[in-house]
Nanobody
Framework: QVQLVESGGGLVQTGGSLRLSCAASGTIFSPKVMGWYRQAPGKQRESVASITSDGSTNYADSVKGRFTISRDNAKNTVYLQMNSLNVEDTAVYYC??????????WGKGTLVTVSS
């Protein structure tokens, strides 16, 4: 079993920055992909950014140039540096770990609120 614990969310003003962390524990092995998703009130969960085991990254168009995903394999942790935040970034941010073979796991989420 894998546990994912997100941290780093909070309240920030427009234009501010936050850094989210997701620590993975349990039977991790080598994750295929780790990523961040978000779900705003009344909206579907959407992919924000992901990073593969070899370090390849992918971003949603809405966050390109503002968000940076990174991972520390030794700590089994993935980060999301979020800059130039705007009110549209307000959401619960979830970490996801995908294993080879199709199994995936979700964290419980961390709330990011951007005020105008």
């Amino acid at each position: 079993q894998v546990q994912l614990v997100e941290s780093g969310g909070g309240l920030v003003q427009t234009g501010g920055s936050l850094r989210l962390s997701c620590a993975a524990s349990g039977t991790i092995f080598s994750p295929k992909v780790m990523g961040w998703y978000r779900q705003a009130p009344g909206k579907q969960r959407e992919s924000v950014a992901s990073i593969t085991s070899d370090g390849s990254t992918n971003y949603a168009d809405s966050v390109k140039g503002r968000f940076t995903i990174s991972r520390d394999n030794a700590k089994n942790t993935v980060y999301l540096q979020m800059n130039s935040l705007n009110v549209e970034d307000t959401a619960v941010y979830y970490c996801r770990l995908d294993r080879y073979g199709g199994t995936f796991y979700w964290g419980k989420g961390t709330l990011v609120t951007v005020s105008s």
